[in-house]
């Protein structure tokens, strides 16, 4: 009766999981590899061919410039891998392009002497915030990075930060741990005491800057959200550090437009962090070169937008086509250009996280 009672329970949760797919019944993740034919600049028709173990998808000819995707489920156990082949002209290339354990939607870009993994979607759970962020080619190597010299010197705080941001929805909107592990060296390399955050989510930079500015250093924060702020807010006070933070629940323009009518408070800021709405990027910037000090630095997270800044409008892909995210693209595209012109600046752009770029004021 007891075995009879396991195998009932069995049974009920493996019911419980399987969903409708496609017409048919799956218990599995479905996976999407899209594949781009960058070939010599897409000027070769390629010939793709995948399969696995199980199942061959076939040959496909994607043109010049064009992509050809498809997808599968999981194997129930174990790992289910696609090796594809690629042939154009003379050349070349077998590889094993799908680890279902790292990619949940993989785009890669076929090039004459290499295929290149540019985006990826990830499903580990435990570090989805992280990973998802770094634009490395390869996900172990960016594993490796965190838990060599990211994740052992990482506080504590900050940890349970990351923890309780994981089963949020916006999760991936965190910022990567080794993203940060560089700002928190910015911070005590320019010894901050007087900081502006514009955009905290949960918090994680936040407190970052709150445990390394010193104890009589001040934060403004900035965010027109203060229930995502309310997430991290009970960790934040438990580290000691929530009296060096000003947290303003608002659009960020009016607070920064509000600071500069004091004279006092132009030249006055050590460091500024921005990971908000990155249409007023350009704006922020323009206010931020007045609020810090001659040698002050200001960062901007997402500067790479997923890689895309570097991909062509036709070939970006669906999920960065809606017209917020591709007007917030557009915005990234316009500040990088501005920021390279920007004689006021030393200026650094780092392919850390989803890309950070660090601006010291020179004059």
């Known amino acids: 009766m007891k075995n009879l009672k396991e195998i009932m329970l069995l049974v009920t949760l493996l019911a419980a999981t399987v969903r409708q797919s496609n017409g048919g019944l799956n218990i599995t993740p479905k996976r999407v590899v899209v594949i781009t034919n ?14 696995s173990k199980d199942d061959d998808v076939g040959e496909h000819v994607p043109s010049p410039n064009q992509s050809y995707s498809f997808s599968f489920h999981d194997k129930l156990f174990g790992q289910t891998l696609f090796n594809c082949s690629f042939k154009w002209n003379n050349g070349g290339l077998h590889i094993y392009i799908q680890d ?29 915030a992280a990973s998802s962020k770094g634009l490395l080619q390869s996900e172990d190597l960016y594993r490796y990075i965190l838990e060599t010299s990211v994740y052992p010197r990482e506080p504590e705080p900050l940890k349970k930060i990351r923890d309780v941001t994981a089963d949020h929805p916006w999760a991936m909107m965190g910022t990567a741990p ?10 005590r390399l320019v010894n901050a005491k007087k900081t ?23 934060i403004t924060a900035i965010d027109v959200n203060r229930e995502t702020y309310e997430i991290g807010l009970p960790i934040i006070k438990k580290a000691g550090v929530d009296h060096k ?13 509000q600071l500069l009518k004091d004279s006092e408070n132009e030249g006055s800021f050590d460091y500024a962090f921005v990971d908000a709405d990155e249409d007023n990027y350009c704006n922020y910037h323009e206010r931020l070169m ?74």
């Open 38 to 51: 960058n070939t010599s600049e897409g000027r070769f028709d390629l010939t793709v061919h995948c399969k």
């Open 100 to 128: 279902v354990t790292k990619c949940s939607t993989c785009y890669w870009s076929i090039l004459e002497s290499v295929a290149c993994l540019r985006w990826r979607a990830m499903t580990d759970k435990a570090n989805q």
């Open 245 to 257: 933070i000003n947290f303003i629940e608002s659009e960020a323009l009016s607070v920064l437009d």
């Open 196 to 218: 502006i955050e514009i955009g905290v989510f949960t918090g994680y930079s936040l407190l970052l800057t709150a445990l390394t500015i010193p104890e009589d250093g001040q």
């Open 290 to 363: 007045k609020l810090l000090k001659v040698g002050g630095i200001a960062v901007y997270d997402n500067t790479l937008w997923g890689g895309t800044v570097a991909v062509p409008e036709e070939q970006v892909p669906d999920h960065f086509r809606g017209s917020s995210s591709s007007s917030s693209r557009q915005a990234i595209l316009d500040l990088n250009r501005s920021l390279a012109d920007d004689p006021r600046v030393q200026l650094s752009h780092v392919s850390l996280g989803d890309g950070i770029t660090i601006c010291r004021r020179i004059f």
């Open 178 to 187: 080794d993203a940060g592990q560089l700002m928190a060296m910015l911070l």
